[in-house]
């Protein structure tokens, strides 16, 4: 085959890049006005100044001026920097100049196409210090437009303009020899801004710069809004210090032993240990807890309400974290810290219950990259990480006040009884008074008396509320375990009535077509045998499922062996069958463990989910169970030979929504509710060695009991 002679063809762009590149993938006017004040940040300015003019309402004098006092540029990068999209400047050169060698936010280039969404046209003054004229450039976006709208008259054939096509004035200006930095005037402004819109903009740009900055001190970043509205004349943006927390959490990491300090709620403790980084890199992490009480004094002061976790990279915030709502109830939940609060059974802490700042680098998350229509992150294992990291340090605060609370309860309890105590004493006191008092004292103590009477029956009426509200908490957390093994053992059921049924309707059609075979007699003895045992396995597993309708506080001897070998060979053998599983059941004594059923069914029945999920495409599957005796207690050692545990996930794997194995259909709740179980029967639970070498993993759990 003969070609012709090779030619080439260049990529271009429509001229609508101006609108994919501006109001269309930055669509709120706070997430704008961050881009250009953080482009300030990144030309070394210590002052920017935001200024609105005729805005409210909009006149043909409407504007927006942003000033700052930074390097400036001169027409060399007005020409390769500026005017190139996507331009690598700041890719390459990751340092401001000196004396601040700020590590600059903007990297793709893109930013300056906020302009867009605020107004239609644009000049841009700027002049580096030394220079003796100031160079302007003007960009008219409505031009862009007009451009646009007349390319779609045109036929599709005929030549049409792209945008590097379009030319874009630019002049010079004296200025003084001192004078330094850039000023954007963007006029036809394309919205109102209102007194609320400003103060918005202050509250938000407040929290541009981490308030954990350690180098905002020595080289300050100053913002101002002047605005016609009162208050915001000549007002100085300042950054929202805490300190009105009732809890402040620290955490940082150690670069040179590489090693991530983590948060663990240990016996009532809140303790830092040290582990090894996840994939997002090493990072710092301060989490500020606020009770209701503190929580008022924060709304009081700063008139607005506490908004969640916001993530820093070298000191400047990421993104926006959300695009713009007035009700912050509708704000985006990225992290998804109020989806966790779905269930009323547990105490979860949403974003009006935290502040947090998650300091980030280049050097150390390379891999968490933002968006570019800052709204988020690239959905990859890094960011999936750093979520997965803030979440559990949440969940070991909440399980720290849990704690907190419970501890708080039973000292209220006691206070209670206490005072019912007191108040007998005190009339039997009265009492013995009155048997010696003149008439007058004796009606004034029958007086007290009543009273303290009145006072006795709200006590007593206070304990059974509490009591009974007790109570009633408690069966609302044990019903949820209840539903989350519910589930998982459903599925169990399912599988073992569908082979059930199905073998006995496979021996029933045998009678059915062959009955009566004087010569058959052996083999209906044989198949009615099978029948019966196939009946007594559904029956085992319809009890088995009914437990689930009794109460979660009654008490009953429950024989350990039998519970378990009932679990392995009659209720799970199916599924153990299907999936290739062999199991090996070690519980040589008849262990007496005087606790609810239904709680301790709970246990195992979550390990051998678990179990099943991490062995899948495993070979020679094994599943063991076996225990230590001792005067006091039984050891059980639990065990697999699936994918095991990483070493740095051995800390976290009874935590709240941790997961390995959500393609399976893991939820993060079984191995969470089976130490929850463990430790309200006065146990313990921990990973172990292994004891199915190479890989696998052993659960060690110690219970009370009783031969």
């Known amino acids: 085959m003969v070609r012709s002679e090779e030619k080439t063809i260049t990529f271009n762009f429509d001229v609508s890049a101006y609108r994919l590149l501006g109001r269309e993938l930055i669509t709120d006017r706070i997430t704008a006005l961050f881009e250009l004040v953080k482009n300030a940040y990144d030309a070394n300015a210590r002052n920017v100044t935001v200024e609105f003019q005729d805005i409210n309402p909009l006149t043909n004098n409407s504007k927006i001026i942003i000033k700052d006092d930074g390097v400036g540029m001169k027409f060399s990068d007005i020409q390769n920097k500026w005017m190139v999209i996507g331009t690598s400047s700041k890719r390459r050169e990751r340092l401001s100049p000196a004396p601040f060698y700020r590590k600059v936010s903007g990297k793709k280039g893109v930013g300056r196409f906020a302009v867009d969404k605020l107004g239609d046209k644009l000049v841009l003054r700027t002049k580096k210090k ?14 862009y437009s007009r451009l646009e709208d007349n390319q779609l008259k045109l036929d599709f054939e005929e030549k049409k303009p792209f945008f590097t096509d379009v030319e874009n004035r630019y002049w010079f200006e004296e200025g003084s020899e001192d004078q330094q930095g850039t000023i954007l005037e963007i006029s036809s402004v394309n919205e109102v801004w209102s007194k609320d819109d400003i103060n918005r903009a202050y509250k938000e740009l407040s929290k541009l710069v981490s308030p954990n900055s350690e180098v905002q001190p020595q080289y300050p970043f100053n913002i101002k809004i002047k605005a016609p509205y009162e208050g915001f004349e000549d007002r100085k943006v300042k950054l929202q210090l805490i300190d009105f927390a009732t809890k402040k959490i620290d955490l940082s990491y150690n670069k040179l032993n590489n090693t991530q300090e983590i948060l663990q709620h240990d016996k009532g403790g809140l303790k830092v240990i040290n582990v090894p980084p996840r994939p997002c890199g090493l990072l710092k992490l301060h989490i500020y807890y606020f009770d209701q009480e503190a929580k008022t004094k924060y709304k ?190 459903a599925a169990m059921f399912s599988h073992m009535t569908k082979h059930t049924i199905g073998h006995i309707l496979t021996s029933a059609e045998y009678f059915h077509k062959n009955y009566p075979n004087p010569e058959l007699e052996h083999r209906f003895l044989k198949i009615a045998k099978n029948i019966y045992k196939e009946m007594l396995k559904l029956r085992k597993g319809v009890d088995f499922m009914l437990k689930y309708a009794k109460s979660d506080t009654d008490l009953e001897e429950i024989n350990l062996r039998e519970l378990v070998l009932n679990l392995f060979y009659d209720i799970y053998q199916d599924r153990f069958v299907e999936e290739g599983i062999s199991t090996i059941v070690d519980i040589k004594e008849d262990l007496i463990l005087n606790y609810n059923r239904k709680a301790i069914e709970d246990i195992f029945d979550n390990l051998i989910s678990n179990s099943i999920k991490a062995l899948k495409g495993m070979e020679d599957k094994v599943i063991k169970c076996s225990s230590i005796t001792t005067s006091n207690d039984v050891t059980i050692l639990f065990s697999d030979n699936g994918i095991g545990i990483k070493e740095e996930d051995k800390y976290r794997v009874f935590d709240i929504f941790f997961t390995k194995t959500a393609e399976e259909g893991g939820a993060g709740m079984g191995l969470y509710m089976v130490k929850t179980r463990v430790e309200a029967m006065q146990g313990e639970i921990e990973v172990a060695e292994n004891e199915l070498q190479p890989n696998g993993a052993t659960f060690r759990i110690k219970l009370p009991f009783k031969k």
């Open 130 to 143: 030394g220079a003796t004229e100031l160079i302007c450039l003007e960009t008219d976006w409505s031009y």
């Open 300 to 489: 009081k002061h700063f008139k607005t309400d506490i908004d969640g976790i916001k993530i820093y990279r070298d000191g400047i915030i990421t993104t926006p974290f959300a695009e713009y709502v007035a009700n912050q109830e509708k704000q985006k939940d990225i992290l998804g810290l109020d989806k966790r609060r779905y269930s009323g059974f547990f105490e979860r802490f949403g974003s009006r219950d935290l502040l947090g700042y998650v300091e980030i680098s280049d050097e150390q998350n390379p891999n968490i990259v933002e968006s570019t229509n800052r709204q988020g992150f690239v959905d990859n294992e890094a960011w999936e990480e750093l979520r997965k990291l803030i979440i559990e340090q949440i969940v070991q605060l909440e399980s720290y006040y849990k704690y907190v609370r419970k501890v708080d309860r039973e000292v209220t309890k006691s206070n209670l009884g206490g005072a019912n105590k007191d108040l007998k004493s005190l009339k039997k006191d009265i009492a013995s008074i009155k048997k010696n008092a003149s008439p007058q004292v004796k009606e004034k103590l029958r007086n007290i008396e009543v009273n303290l009477g009145k006072i006795q029956g709200s006590v007593n009426k206070s304990i059974k509320d509490y009591a009974k509200l007790e109570k009633e908490s408690k069966q609302k957390e044990n019903l949820f375990f209840s539903l989350v093994s519910l589930q998982t053992y």
